[in-house]
């Protein structure tokens, strides 16, 4: 087959980073050549990961540039918020590709950034760089790319839930209500007491109502699909299982419209896009049912007594919301088919 792909996973020890390396463990034309973490550096990933036992065991590298670029072509940056704005220039200035997980490129305004995020932002000409991944919606300029923004978890369900509708102008964007759910695994591998066992287990609860990070990515998407403004109502909770995202939106309808006439509009739209499954009329998927996988399976149900739709869009928040959209924009970087090393079933039950 010859030489494949080389890859540096930057931030290996995070949930991102690890499933990156399950993943890419089975692309035919890419691999694995550099595990890398600043603060675990020297040590073998398997300490962390013991599951990665005779699959993966060499040492953590450091972040260096250079170090990287003799083992890797294209760089994953898996880190933190306010981490891969200083990475990603000395990665793209020593001739590397780079896909960022975090969301330090994805909002183009380093003001809107700063409000949102709390933290510094990244160089203007960095942030121009960067295409935003959202692979339904942007593959066109995500192929051929150097720099690709992958989106965020909880935008990526809720902006392929709402696109077709909000572009159609099939639904009034001023009426939009997101209530969106995550597992525990959204929130990262560092211990907290928002994730405590004993505070998560048997609970359910919201979180950053009115100042989620995403809502501006959201609010951006959905803008660009209205070409007009658009501002909505974003409520983010936390369950006690450890993947999957919902995200339950509601809109009043323009026009009469039935499921039957949404599920026709999202089929034609996402015609071409296997990742993104259309549920039959009076089915609406549940998390368990993409687990482990790629897919974004969205359904409908429309309400003629108060003239809303209601749309359930559902993900896996570790592959399609992260690693596996990552592999998606690198498929489509490198003018591959964007299914390669993603065709997994999802695990059930």
């Known amino acids: ?44 990933i398997t300490e962390g990961y013991p599951h990665l036992t005779g699959i993966r065991e060499e040492l953590l590298d450091d972040v260096d540039a250079e170090a990287i670029k003799r083992k890797a072509d294209v760089v994953f940056l898996g880190t933190p918020a306010g981490v891969a704005s200083k990475l990603a220039p000395q990665y793209l200035e020593a001739g590397l590709k780079v896909i960022d997980l975090s969301g330090d490129f994805r909002l183009k305004s380093p003001g809107l950034y700063e409000q949102w995020y709390k933290k510094t932002a990244a160089d203007e000409r960095y942030l121009e760089q960067a295409v935003f991944g959202l692979s339904e919606l942007y593959a066109e300029k995500v192929r051929g790319a150097s720099f690709v923004s992958n989106p965020g978890c909880y935008p990526t369900a809720t902006t392929l839930g709402l696109a077709p509708a909000v572009r159609e102008g099939w639904i009034d964007p001023a009426t939009i209500i997101i209530d969106a759910k995550s597992g525990v695994s959204g929130a990262g591998r560092g211990a907290s007491l928002g994730t405590h066992y004993s505070e998560l287990n048997e609970n359910f609860k919201a979180y950053k109502i009115n100042q989620h990070q995403h809502i501006p990515e959201i609010e951006m998407i959905l803008s660009d699909m209205a070409g007009a403004p658009v501002v909505t109502t974003f409520t983010t909770h936390l369950v006690p299982m450890t993947r999957g995202i919902m995200s339950t939106m509601y809109a009043t309808i323009k026009g009469d419209r039935k499921a039957s006439d949404f599920i026709d509009l999202y089929r034609s739209f996402y015609e071409g896009r296997p990742f993104v499954r259309i549920r039959p009329e009076g089915q609406v998927p549940a998390t368990k049912e993409v687990w482990g996988s790629n897919y974004c399976d969205i359904g409908f149900a429309v309400d003629e007594r108060t003239g809303r739709v209601t749309i359930v869009s559902v993900i896996d928040n570790l592959v399609k919301g992260a690693a596996g959209q990552a592999i998606q924009n690198l498929n489509l970087m490198m003018g591959w088919d964007e299914t390669l090393g993603l065709q997994f079933v999802p695990v059930y039950p």
């Open 1 to 44: 087959m010859g030489k494949k792909l080389g890859v540096a996973i930057v931030g290996s020890t995070g949930y991102g980073g690890v499933e990156l390396i399950r993943l890419l463990a089975s692309h035919p034309l890419a691999e694995v050549t550099s595990v890398i973490s600043s603060s675990s550096a020297g040590t073998p």
